[in-house]
């Protein structure tokens, strides 16, 4: 059994771990791909290379602040050896306050980033400052409607509870960061004028620890997919920032100029 997990970085060097990056890794391939524009950026995680697909002449990933405390062995960077653009690794930023001008960005990557923030309803307002007309943000999150979610939110209870026998306040999941749903933050984006391009949901198999059991459960992603499609263990979103146009309209009616009367020529017949 293992003791429970503290740290997001920890977390992800288990199986479990590693296995959702696997599905994650592929849904950005796919997703960012095609997207085109001269900047994006990746904002968390660098265990996973969000931007290794696309194609933007200007790509950026910055840490988030907490990362600061983190020896250099423990920052794991994205290789960007097989892309003809290199990643720009150069900024350690808060997510709230991003160093970039209004409308500057094409696409900005958000791989769990909102829910191990403070206030992860700011961080998408300034995602929206920072992106164009018509930018894409791509997010990634753990979905607390899983089997996945329901295990972590039975740790925590147990643990609030103080219940520590039976390995039933272990958590399964990273401790930090407060899960948000896929219901809350479509709300989220309808709020701030984004339109939900695509989502979808992912890794489906039971919240185990042994990689022989994720294994022999593989045929639960394909299961999942067709018959449970919302209780997968991530959920994807891409977004689209949408500006309506604003047009001055002027007054229904005109004043009407009072026009003279013509003169009328009269003749004499004599």
Same mark, same amino acid.
């Given at each position: ?59 950026? &990933?910055?840490? +988030? #602040?907490?990362? =600061?405390? @983190? ?5 794991? /960077?994205?290789?960007? *050896? !097989? ?14 306050? &991003?160093?970039? +001008? #209004?409308?500057? =960005?094409? @696409? ?5 980033? /909102?829910?191990?923030? *403070? !206030? ?34 039975? *740790? ?115």
């Amino acid at each position: 059994m293992y003791p429970p997990i503290i740290s997001l970085t920890d977390w992800f060097r288990t199986a479990p771990g590693q296995y959702l990056l696997g599905w994650e890794q592929a849904q950005f391939d796919r997703s960012v791909a095609n997207l085109f524009g001269y900047n994006a950026l990746q904002l968390g995680l660098p265990e996973l290379s969000t931007l290794a697909a696309n194609r933007m002449p200007h790509r950026w &990933l910055a840490l +988030p #602040e907490e990362l =600061l405390g @983190l020896a250099p062995a423990d920052i794991v /960077l994205p290789d960007a *050896a !097989d892309t003809d653009v290199p990643l720009r690794v150069a900024l350690v930023t808060n997510a709230a306050a &991003l160093p970039f +001008p #209004e409308a500057s =960005l094409d @696409l900005v990557v958000l791989p769990h980033t /909102l829910e191990l923030s *403070a !206030d992860p309803h700011h961080v998408l307002r300034e995602v929206e400052r920072v992106l164009v007309p018509e930018g894409r943000v791509v997010i990634s999150g753990f979905n607390p409607n899983s089997l996945w979610g329901l295990k972590q939110s039975r *740790a925590r209870m147990a643990e609030r509870l103080g219940m520590r026998f039976f390995g039933m306040s272990d958590l399964y999941l990273p401790e930090a960061g407060e899960f948000i749903g896929p219901g809350r933050l479509r709300d989220w984006l309808r709020l701030l004028s984004f339109e939900v391009e695509s989502h979808r949901f992912g890794c489906y198999r039971p919240a185990v620890h042994s990689e022989k059991w994720l294994q022999r459960n593989a045929w639960m992603d394909k299961a999942g997919a067709r018959w449970w499609p919302i209780f997968g263990a991530v959920y994807f979103f891409v977004a689209v920032k949408r500006v309506r146009g604003v047009r001055l309209l002027g007054p229904a009616w005109r004043p009407r100029r009072a026009g003279g009367t013509a003169p009328v020529t009269i003749t004499n017949r004599r």
